[in-house]
């Protein structure tokens, strides 16, 4: 079965670029969450959706960073403007909520993005 | 979610056991605890997850307290490709405590 799948897998874009960023759920998968990775905060979660709908967002740095999910097979994270600070490695995740208790979350590759 | 405490780092032999510890000792009755490692530049991975009783599963076992407050991930037969940061996380089983916090974790080496 194919995981969750992201794109772009890299990017570097120009400080004030909008950067858009997609997300492929596993089939099925009724969760999907966003995270960021970087050296100086580790790994946070940025937003979560339960069946297209935003649960919990309060994890998003700021009104330059929103998240949409118009149907169960794909989300986007956009920023604009994006900022260097902005740097970091982007995971998408999906679990399935039929029998949550103890389900497991599957993470994409990630999405190396770099502003310069 | 309960808070966990693990090692920064660790070192193990390859070919021999690797314990990794992690203390949750303000863990709720209905909290699960869950290990996913992230081999470097790769999303995280799941490993295992466990209520009460000790589990095991193709990659590693674990192994929970009685009184669930602390736990240790077995990797039974440790490989180079086993190099990677361990996260201990305890999450909680109700509507609202979907997601997963991830801490510092432990960084595990194996040695050759």
């Known amino acids: 079965d194919a995981g969750v799948i992201q794109s772009p897998r890299h990017e570097v874009t120009e400080m004030g670029q909008e950067v858009t960023l997609r997300c492929k759920p596993i089939?099925?998968?009724?969760?999907l969450f966003w995270y960021r990775q970087t050296m100086m905060r580790g790994l946070e979660l940025l937003i979560y959706?339960?069946?297209?709908?935003?649960?919990?967002d309060s994890g998003m740095p700021e009104d330059r960073f929103s998240a949409k999910m118009p149907n169960a097979s794909f989300s986007t994270l956009k920023i604009q403007p994006s900022e260097p600070r902005d740097s970091a490695v982007y995971f998408c995740?999906?679990?399935?909520?039929?029998?949550?208790?103890?389900?497991?979350?599957?993470f994409g590759e990630g999405s190396w993005l770099t502003v310069v | 979610d309960a808070k966990t405490t693990q090692p920064p780092s660790m070192d193990c032999a390859e070919g021999r056991a690797a314990n990794l510890p992690c203390n949750h000792s303000?863990?709720?009755?209905?909290?699960?605890v869950y290990w996913y490692r992230q081999i470097h530049s790769q999303g995280p991975q799941y490993i295992i997850h466990?209520?009460?009783n000790n589990e095991t599963n193709e990659m590693a076992s674990l192994i929970i307290t009685e009184d669930r407050k602390s736990s240790t991930l077995i990797l039974p037969h440790a490989t180079l490709r086993d190099t990677a940061v361990y996260y201990c996380?305890?999450?909680?089983?109700?509507?609202?405590?979907?997601?997963?916090?991830f801490g510092t974790g432990t960084r595990l080496t194996i040695i050759p």
């Open positions: 995740a999906s679990s399935s909520g039929t029998g949550w208790a103890g389900n497991t979350i599957y």
């Open positions: 089939s099925g998968h009724d969760y």
């Open positions: 959706f339960n069946n297209n709908v935003p649960i919990d």
């Open positions: 303000t863990i709720s009755g209905n909290e699960y």
């Open positions: 466990g209520l009460k």
């Open positions: 996380i305890v999450r909680g089983a109700n509507f609202g405590n979907e997601k997963l916090t």
